[in-house]
């Protein structure tokens, strides 16, 4: 018991002595996203958003910040911003039952993320663990422009916008004496036939050698899983998509 005690106190002497009192830090980056997946309307004309609407790989910017504090009942905040957006030309397309001839269409899925978590590890041996509870808003559209189509406007519009809810949780490994992190973020929610995940891994580099701001690199791939029924987006179409691929971006932290 009195080994047990030892140890137990002098992790917690640990956890108090590395933490941070209060931390600001953030980053905005470029993530080159490729969008993978199918579109439907109405359960009806399905097509791939890659090799029949054409939508291409693309860097999108994404900005994240994060502020920490040490008053231990009120959780610590961090918001986001990404902006999956794609665009691209095919022959023609269908959709709604008509077909759509010389058409540049695009999908975007601009998006904000506000996280409330608490610290259950907090640099305690170099590792951090964060769990909370994050609200994601998507503001999106679908859009086509058309040389041609029989029957109908040339031209379609199709916004949605939703809020929910997805669990947050992130995991960091500090690498002592090198300023190098290994991190990953994890959010995520699923219901009825309904499925969001925001994935990511990432290595960096912050120069703590520089007082007061200090900038650093980091490096990383990003995973989001976006499939959504047309009751969820308030349209007549479902998505079932994927977006991932590397992203690099600037860091600064006071």
Do not use: C
């Amino acid at each position: 018991m009195k080994l047990l005690s030892i140890v137990t106190s002098t992790a917690l002497l640990a956890s108090v002595v590395t933490a941070d009192f209060i931390r600001i830090e953030g980053a905005v980056g470029g993530w080159d996203t490729e969008p993978t997946g199918t579109i439907s309307y109405n359960n009806n004309n399905s097509f791939d958003i890659a090799s029949q609407a054409g939508l291409k790989k693309a860097t999108n910017m994404y900005a994240w910040l994060y502020i920490k504090h040490p008053i231990p009942i009120v959780p610590n905040l961090r918001v986001e911003y990404a902006d999956p957006n794609f665009s691209g030309n095919v022959s023609s397309i269908t959709w709604d039952g008509n077909t759509y001839a010389g058409v540049d269409n695009s999908l975007s899925l601009t998006q904000y993320d506000a996280a409330l978590y608490y610290n259950l590890l907090d640099n305690l041996f170099w590792i951090t663990l964060d769990l909370g509870l994050d609200v994601k808003y998507i503001d999106g559209n679908y859009n086509i422009q058309a040389s041609s189509v029989a029957g109908s406007a040339p031209t379609v519009d199709a916004p949605f916008s939703l809020v929910l809810p997805l669990v947050y949780g992130r995991g960091r490994v500090q690498l002592p004496f090198v300023d190098i992190g290994v991190e990953t973020v994890l959010k995520g929610v699923t219901y009825s036939d309904n499925t969001v995940i925001d994935a990511l891994i990432k290595v960096d580099y912050t120069m703590d050698f520089i007082p007061v701001i200090q900038p650093g690199l980091e490096i990383g791939y990003r995973y989001q899983q976006v499939t959504l029924t047309a009751s969820a987006l308030g349209i007549d179409a479902d998505l079932d998509t994927t977006y991932s691929g590397l992203y690099a971006g600037i860091m600064l932290r006071f």
